[in-house]
Antibody, heavy 119, light 106 residues
Framework: QITLTESGPTLVKPTQTLTLTCNFS??????????VGWIRQPPGKALEWLAL???????RYSPSLKTRLTIAKDTSKNQVVLTITNLDPVDTGTYYC???????????WGQGILVTVSS | DIQLTQSPSTLSASVGDRVTITCRAS??????LAWYQQKPGKAPKLLIY???SLESGVPSRFSGSGSGTEFTLTISSLQPDDFATYYC????????FGQGTKVEIK
């Protein structure tokens, strides 16, 4: 059974850095073809892909956000961490991690974590 | 960047109706398109991948078609559980989602 769980702060101030952790089970990020991605959704708005990390440590970032994003893995802990710098209130939303990879689709998702950026 | 445009943005329908949602890509994405269903407060659920392949466990009333730049998701007979928001997603070049189509009760 594959599960993913997001964790991190739920309230952050503008200009701060956000660090979100995705803990997963039921698969290994050292398996060829596997990846873990991050997708966010502002309240009442559409999904937005942010970043994806492959089993071979290849990293892909949304072009519009790549200067602010860092994705990294700890294979031994079954964790993927996303860092977003210089937060703004428009970064408020639910952040999801999901299993992806070479298949291209996100088959398994976490429940999401709502992050509010406000002073 | 590849942009995806869904139409309509909102669709009002009744139980039993045949429903079709369109997704247009800004450039050729071959068949690298997926469809997701999302209900309020929940994570998206994968329905269709590679434009027309049905994900395991998804009811057969859902179907997808298309290639290149134009794609459709069809629900052959709308059920009460199908009232939700639907998103298309391309994976030809990185990943992009459409803006969503809300299917509401007429």
């Amino acid at each position: 059974q594959i599960t993913l769980t997001e964790s991190g702060p739920t309230l952050v101030k503008p200009t701060q850095t956000l660090t979100l952790t995705c803990n997963f089970s039921g698969f290994s990020l050292s398996t060829s073809g596997v990846g873990v991605g991050w997708i966010r959704q502002p309240p009442g708005k559409a999904l937005e892909w942010l970043a994806l990390l492959f089993w071979d440590d290849d990293k892909r970032y949304s072009p519009s956000l790549k200067t602010r994003l860092t994705i990294a893995k700890d294979t031994s802990k079954n964790q993927v961490v996303l860092t977003i710098t210089n937060l703004d209130p428009v970064d408020t939303g639910t952040y999801y991690c999901a299993q992806g990879g070479l298949s291209g689709v996100f088959q398994y998702w976490g429940q999401g974590i709502l992050v509010t950026v406000s002073s | 960047d590849i942009q995806l445009t869904q139409s309509p943005s909102t669709l009002s329908a009744s139980v039993g109706d045949r429903v079709t949602i369109t997704c247009r890509a800004s450039q050729n994405i071959n068949i690298w398109l997926a469809w997701y269903q999302q209900k309020p407060g929940k994570a998206p659920k994968l329905l269709i991948y590679k434009a027309s392949s049905l994900e395991s466990g998804v009811p057969s009333r859902f179907s997808g078609s298309g290639s290149g730049t134009e794609f459709t998701l069809t629900i052959s007979s709308l059920q009460p559980d199908d009232f939700a928001t639907y998103y298309c997603q391309q994976y030809s070049d990185d990943w992009t989602f459409g803006q969503g189509t809300k299917v509401e009760i007429k």
